[in-house]
């Protein structure tokens, strides 16, 4: 009786150090109540396929202008992002410290991902779908709403290396996987709030009139 006492009680520690390591995936209520609460935070997203992360520079004209990239070993202005989300966390956008815009699905330029949204729109709303866990933290897969596709970083032999683009439906690899990293400010205030003033002033998001765009 003993030994059957010991074997039970060592096989619910067992249950119990498992479920530490590996906690089951958040439900889609409690993912979109953690959303919620961190709209108007500022984010780093690093992409699992190659630890890089997430650019979308205030470069380039025409259809190269603001495009993202995962190429970035450290996070400056052009790796924040600011989450909004207006229907309580059901979707969100994602607006790009270096120029003030939203990022967007490109459906005139092969879905690519631009920072380029003067409003948020079709194209600027994404879900953020969890992956699971693992000993470098949880994951999510960003999904574009416009576009019915997954995010993926291209990292193979395209000829825009390592540029964003919805274009995966399944399966998901590493490429579609992207880790959230709460940005801090000056004040080492984590997910720092658009309004946080820094060393030197408020921040200030320069907005440069958007290239011309049509969509179909």
């Given at each position: 009786m003993r030994r059957l006492v010991a074997v039970l009680a060592a096989l619910f520690s067992l249950a119990i150090w498992i479920q530490w390591q590996w906690p089951a995936p958040a439900s889609a209520s409690t993912l979109s109540d953690q959303l919620a609460k961190s709209a108007g935070q500022k984010w780093a997203l690093l992409n699992v396929g190659n630890g890089k992360y997430v650019s979308a520079p205030d470069t380039g004209s025409g259809g190269d202008y603001a495009k993202l990239y995962a190429n970035a070993t450290s996070i400056t202005a052009s790796e924040r992002f600011t989450l909004h989300t207006d229907d309580k966390g059901t979707q969100i956008s994602l607006r790009a410290e270096s120029?003030?815009?939203?990022?967007?699905?490109?459906?005139?330029?092969?879905?690519?991902?631009?920072?380029?949204?003067?409003?948020?729109?079709?194209?600027?709303?994404?879900?953020?779908?969890?992956?699971?866990?693992?000993?470098?933290?949880?994951?999510?897969?960003?999904?574009?709403?416009?576009?019915?596709?997954?995010?993926?970083?291209?990292?193979?032999?395209?000829?825009?290396?390592?540029?964003?683009r919805a274009r995966t439906t399944t399966p998901l690899g590493s490429w579609e996987k992207f880790r959230l990293v709460p940005v801090t400010d000056s004040s080492s205030h984590v997910g720092a709030a658009a309004t946080t003033t820094r060393t030197g002033g408020p921040c200030r998001l320069r907005r440069p009139p958007p290239p011309p765009r049509s969509r179909s």
């Open positions: 120029n003030g815009l939203f990022v967007s699905a490109d459906a005139n330029n092969s879905q690519k991902l631009r920072a380029q949204g003067d409003h948020i729109g079709s194209w600027e709303g994404f879900e953020l779908r969890y992956q699971g866990t693992d000993t470098s933290g949880a994951s999510y897969a960003l999904h574009s709403v416009s576009a019915d596709a997954y995010i993926a970083a291209e990292l193979g032999t395209y000829p825009d290396h390592e540029v964003l």
